[in-house]
């Protein structure tokens, strides 16, 4: 089913095309980031594996919100898998009922964008300690290997062995395909040139204020 999407087609779809497509749920400014093969569109592929699953039911239900944006999305997805012999029915909920289906883990196909804040750590997304109702393993993986990487990098501090442990992470959500993942938005911001911005990386749109007390207009040497 991965195979059936192109992400290029729907950032077009969407308007986004300098949006930066991802394979990996760690973004590629962290440190813990390792480079992944994207897997490669094909529709005859994904066609040819859905006929061999000989599904009891073909009947796919994607969930997600109202916004603009996330039901472009949904209606490129099911357009795509609709190419390959499912059948895809797209239910738009307010967030109060997203938010409600999401706690009751009430879905099988939702899409919905997620941050993991600065410090990237995914344990909250995929250990499976998460699953339960009101957790945040959004696709039910359970892992025994990804369960123990994920606990020794919450606990690590050598910058190398956490390095070694989401590399080992993201190798294995790679090859078991939990989720999909399809594109880091672009944000835009206007500044005056005469105002001093650290620049820095920041995962949602308000971290870029996270630093604002070294912003500055003018400096002058104070003498000693």
């Known amino acids: 089913m991965a195979k059936a999407i192109s992400k290029e087609k729907i950032l077009k779809k969407i308007g986004e095309e300098n949006a930066r497509i991802i394979h990996s749920p760690i973004l590629p400014e962290h440190y813990v980031y390792k480079e992944l093969t994207p897997r490669e569109y094909n529709l005859e592929f994904s066609k040819q594996k859905i006929a061999e699953l000989k599904l ?14 996330n039901k472009q999305i949904a209606e490129a997805v099911k357009k795509a898998w609709e190419k390959i012999g499912l059948n895809v029915e797209i239910e738009l909920l307010s967030s109060s009922e997203l938010q409600k289906a999401i706690l009751n883990k009430d879905y099988s196909v939702i899409i919905l964008g997620i941050s993991l804040g600065l410090n990237n750590n995914p344990y909250p997304y995929w250990h499976s300690s998460q699953i339960e109702k009101g957790g945040l393993n959004l696709s039910k993986f359970n892992n025994q290997e990804v369960d123990s990487l994920l606990e020794n990098f919450s606990s690590s501090n050598n910058q190398e062995k956490s390095r070694e442990y989401l590399h080992a992470f993201q190798d294995i959500i790679h090859e078991e395909i939990p989720a999909i993942f399809l594109f880091q938005p672009k ?10 911005v650290q620049k820095d990386y920041f995962s949602n749109k308000l971290d870029r204020f996270n630093k604002i007390n070294l912003w500055y207009i003018k400096t002058k040497r104070i003498p000693k």
């Open 56 to 69: 009891k039911s073909q009947e796919i239900k994607i969930l997600t919100d109202s916004s603009s944006t």
């Open 187 to 196: 944000s835009y911001y206007l500044i005056d040139k005469k105002i001093k």
